[in-house]
Structures are given as C-alpha cells and as structure tokens.
C-alpha cells in the first residue's frame, strides 16, 4: 500500500496528463474522481491542494483550473439568502438539528450543485478540483452533491478530495460514516 505522501506525489502528473483531462479509457463514464484520505492528515491534504493550485500553471501552462471549497461555497451561499446569522441563532436557541432542518431545502444537492457550476463558470473550467467536504458535513452530503453534478459537468474532470475511504463503490467520510453507495467515480490515485 502506497503511503500518502507517495499518493500525493502521484497528483500533479496524473491530472496534468492528456489521457486524464480528455477522460481516455473511462469508457463514457463522467470524469469524477476520489482522492481520500486518512481524515487527520486534512492540515496535509489543505497544504498539498494549496500546492497543486501552485504548480498546476506550470505543469499545465494555460490550463484552467478551479478549486471549491465546499464549506466556503455553502456558508456564502447562506450568507448571500441572508440565512446564515439565522441559521447560527437558531442553532443556538434550538440545537443542531433544528437548524439542519430548516437548512434542508436551501442546502439540497441539486441548489448546491447548480451554484457550484455556475461558480466555476463551467465553460471556461477544464479541471475542478472540490475539497472541505469534511468541514461541511453534515449540512451538505457528497453522494447527493455529485449526483446533482452529473448533468451539469459533461466531460469536465472533477477531483474531490476525501477525508475518509472510497472504494469504488461507497464513500465512508471519516472513515465511520457510511454514505448512500456512489458508484460513479474513480479513485484519483492507488
């Protein structure tokens, strides 16, 4: 087994080379792709994406790359409907699950997803990497967002970075919370 420095260091070539970015051998599957993690190395995983923004203008001279970070996109979006400080006091006043309730509808995956496109400006964007899925558990929930996502992505590749295990077939955020199955992606790298 591959240690996740030695997965890391992998990254930068894989999605910079040509069969990657035109999506070559998935056989018409939509190009999204795991990268997960052991949840403790989120503090690494934030340094290498930071990286990765980095060398990727390099690597790739005029490749056009967009990074969301999930937490940041909800918590705007929330600001933006003026829910946020709602959203908060209501929390405070009533629990947690007060608030994710109401928050339900503002928050569904097709809403996030359709704002996560139009953010990205999907066609100007040949690569989209997406990471703070951690951070914004349990408000928003992965399977149902790459779901949303498929239509509206075409033949974009997306990297989702992970903090928990995907085997190809479901995704266990933290490694303990088992998701609904996800079977349309791939892991990014062994």
Not at 19 to 47: C, K, M, Q, T, V
Request: aromatic share 8%; net charge positive; no cysteine.
């Amino acid at each position: 087994m591959a240690t996740l420095k030695d997965r890391l260091n992998r990254i930068l070539d894989r999605i910079t080379s040509d069969d990657f970015l035109s999506g070559r051998g998935l056989g018409n599957e939509i190009p999204f792709y795991a990268f997960d993690y052991p949840p403790e190395e989120e503090l690494a995983i934030r340094e290498h994406i930071h990286f990765l923004l980095q060398q990727l203008p390099r690597s790739r001279p005029g490749l056009r790359v967009a990074h969301i970070n999930l937490l940041e996109l909800v918590v705007d979006h929330l600001k933006a409907r003026k829910l946020y400080d709602k959203a908060i006091a209501l929390q405070q006043k009533k629990g947690d699950l007060a608030a994710l309730k109401a928050l339900r509808a503002p928050l569904d995956g097709e809403k996030i997803a359709t704002l996560l496109a139009q953010q990205i400006r999907l066609e100007e964007t040949d690569l989209v990497l997406v990471s703070g899925v951690g951070s914004v558990y349990p408000l928003l929930r992965t399977h149902s967002l790459l779901n949303n996502l498929h239509a509206l992505m075409r033949q974009t590749p997306l990297v989702m970075f992970y903090p928990g295990q995907y085997d190809g077939q479901s995704l266990r955020l933290f490694g303990l919370l088992k998701d609904k199955p996800y079977y349309r992606a791939f892991r990014l790298v062994d």
